[in-house]
């Protein structure tokens, strides 16, 4: 009997977005629902996102911005390396980190740092930025696939599902092994072509 699971990452706080793909994933048939991190940020209402995390029963890989909140750390922990990007979300996590309640903070301590399940008879890897680092990007023009084959052997995964970049992308690798980014739902994703938004990963088993 065929299953079908829901994969999306990065909601920055943008319940209405979160609330629209949670809709449609099950209106698909989505049975598992998971989320790989990164629910608060440049939204304006970090706290509307958690109920309907709650409500749809979504299973969530903690994000570099949920640890930062979390524990009360003094930025997002997010990896730049501009000092343009750190200025500004130095401005988003402060926002957040102020609008965030006790309880939802003390939930997202618990969350995992990520999630295995088998699917289709594959090991699959669920993790926010990869499975070595919380933060690290994994960029589709700077993965090459000696690289990802190694990344995938070491932590023994077929099939490898992340975000942090916001720019979704996939690739089936020689060994037949696949590595995907699901992109971001909260914000477009953005890498200067202006097309627009990431959706949400669906798939069959």
């Not at 809709?23 to 309907?52: I, N, T």
């Not at 500004?88 to 402060?94: F, P, T, V, W």
């Not at 999630?115 to 990869?130: N, P, Y």
Request: hydrophobic share 30%.
């Amino acid at each position: 009997m065929s299953k079908t699971i829901a994969v999306f990452g990065g909601v920055y706080s943008n319940y209405l977005a979160l609330q629209a793909v949670l809709e449609d994933a099950q209106g698909k048939g989505a049975g598992d629902l998971y989320c790989l991190g990164d629910l608060g940020g440049f939204g304006p209402h970090p706290d509307r996102v958690f109920p309907l995390l709650h409500e749809y029963q979504v299973q969530v890989v903690k994000g570099n911005y949920d640890h930062s909140i979390g524990y009360d750390l003094v930025d997002c922990g997010c990896g730049y390396t501009d000092p343009r990007d750190n200025y500004y979300a130095q401005i988003s996590y402060d926002y957040t980190a102020k609008n965030t309640s006790e309880i939802n903070r003390t939930w997202l301590r618990t969350l995992p740092d990520f999630i295995r399940c088998q699917f289709a008879g594959k090991e699959v890897l669920m993790v926010h930025g990869s499975p070595r680092r919380m933060n690290e990007f994994l960029w589709e023009s700077t993965s090459p696939d000696p690289f990802l084959e190694k990344l995938l052997e070491r932590y023994e995964a077929d099939i490898l599902l992340c975000t942090h970049t916001g720019l979704p992308w996939q690739r089936e690798l020689p060994s037949g092994k696949r590595v995907i980014n699901v992109g971001a739902i909260g914000r477009p994703a953005n890498d200067g072509d202006g097309s627009g938004g990431s959706p949400v990963q669906v798939c069959s088993r």
